[in-house]
């Protein structure tokens, strides 16, 4: 199987690695479109949108992350990693990837102070409720007729979805111990891979 890169340019990279690691999965930090050619499927991490934005811009990642995903490469995109890979944003920046059929709302439940935990049934994760963390968490607010929803909170805010080989969560799996939807993801990119 081939390795899962992570973005390594801002926010939470390195407990994606730590846990792709403990799952015994080959995991690379992305930064240069080189590293991103060697790798199978890539996971978008959470941290500030709008700085994250920026950066790919100054690495030249735009581009070349589109064409990776459009490629039919697995791409996860976790809290801000939602709001880069949406088609278009509630909020006039930044300006997202546009890869997935969704449209995003950044900080939905507000401030830092105001971020949770809940049990979430999320559909193709087998083995009982996944405990969520939410921080500055985005929501899905639409999404388009290819788009399956995972798992939607007490509300009906669509916290996690896939289209295709894209992979989107609100919350923050590399914060807990519960690797099941780092495994979810790593079995896109084995079931590619079979294709």
Not at 36 to 53: D, K, Q
Not at 126 to 148: D, H, K, M, N, Q
Request: hydrophobic share 45%.
């Amino acid at each position: 199987m081939r390795s899962v890169g992570v973005l390594a340019l801002q926010g939470d990279f390195a407990e994606h690695i730590a846990t792709l690691r403990r799952l015994g999965v080959d995991a690379r930090e992305i930064r240069t479109t080189k590293q991103l050619a060697g790798v199978g499927a890539l996971i978008i991490p959470g941290g500030e949108s709008t700085t994250m934005a920026k950066l790919m811009d100054m690495y030249d990642l735009r581009e070349p992350i589109t064409r990776f995903a459009s490629a039919g490469n697995p791409v996860w995109g976790t809290c801000a990693g939602l709001i880069m890979l949406a088609k278009r944003l509630a909020d006039d920046r930044p300006q997202p990837l546009g890869l997935m059929d969704i449209v995003a709302r950044r900080n939905a439940f507000g401030r830092q102070v105001d971020s949770f935990e809940t049990d979430l049934d999320i559909r193709g994760v087998e083995g009982g409720p996944y405990r969520a963390v939410f921080i500055r968490a985005p929501i899905v607010l639409e999404t388009g007729p290819s788009v399956e929803t995972l798992a939607s909170l007490w509300d009906g805010s669509v916290v996690a979805a896939r289209q295709d080989n894209l992979l989107a969560t609100s919350f923050h799996p590399e914060l807990t111990s519960d690797g099941r939807v780092h495994r979810y993801f790593v079995e896109m990119m084995a079931s590619r891979a079979t294709t």
